[in-house]
């Protein structure tokens, strides 16, 4: 409460990831010994408390915790800290964002610049595109001088490309303001729609987030030159959000599909910062679409459908 009472917005308890609680067998502790239902009710019990006293001196005031919660303590949270790690810790697997796929609707979470170590200067545009395309909220990460770096590792060098990364962060700010914003902000994540015609880009990065140690294993991963996500808001509104993170353009193809049994048409359109282009004002699902993407640019490709009162899923 001390953090509140100096004027906090958010205060944040880190190292418990998610609020989970060890096993005990103190005996001069006031819970059954090990495991048991005592570990849920204390933590919730703290944090309802905590809640209750920070709304008799702040009106607006976030709570949060290190690592995605346990969904029983998401009432009683206003964001978390994902410590999401964007890429495989091995070469052998493969990450998806399966809390916010599942609860995204219910919670916010933010996402930092630091994971993993990347020796590109590219690497904080592509960790920005993974935020936002993933539903995120952006958490930069300073090193030395106050600069953003490109991992947490090493020595916090500052990473190349200052101000271009910055001026493609505060796009992604953007977007989840404005045009994206009912999809980012408030949207259901769903399955993506299959993508093509995008390259791929190699980059090496350290899988091992704690300690960096020289002579370590660095591998080579390879990531699509643009990053995409489908959401839903509602039953009539479905956005994909793209974002290329190159230097390059690019023209990826969607499979548009529907996301429920209607066989009605959708009106198409593509919205960006420089306006809205409509596609189609009736198209039949699924079909293929060409977008075409300006260097470090973010696009929602939208399909809207009026549908019957019997066809929304329950």
Known sequence: MGCFNLG????????ILGFQANKCYSKEHNHSLGIGKWMHEHIFNFLNEIQKQAAREKEEFLFSTEGAPCELYIPL??????????FPTSITQQNVPLFNYIYHPYILGFAGLGYPDMDAPEGLFLKAAQIITEGFFINLVLGQRGKMTLGLNKSYDPAPCQAEALKFIKLCIQVQRDYARDYLIFGEMLR?????NV???KFKANFNPWPFREGEEIHSIEVPAVLHSSWRVGPQKIGHILANYTDDYQEPILK????????????????????????????LLPQKIKVKMEPRSIMLVEQLQRISAKEIPN
């Open 77 to 86: 949270l206003g964001t978390y800290d994902s410590r999401r790690d964007f």
């Open 192 to 196: 993506p729609v299959a993508m093509g």
């Open 8 to 15: 906090a917005d958010i205060v944040q308890i880190d190292a």
């Open 256 to 283: 548009l599909v529907n996301y429920n049994s209607s066989i009605m048409p959708v009106r198409v359109q593509c919205i960006s910062i420089k306006g809205t282009e409509v596609i189609a004002e009736k198209m």
């Open 199 to 201: 390259p791929t880009l």
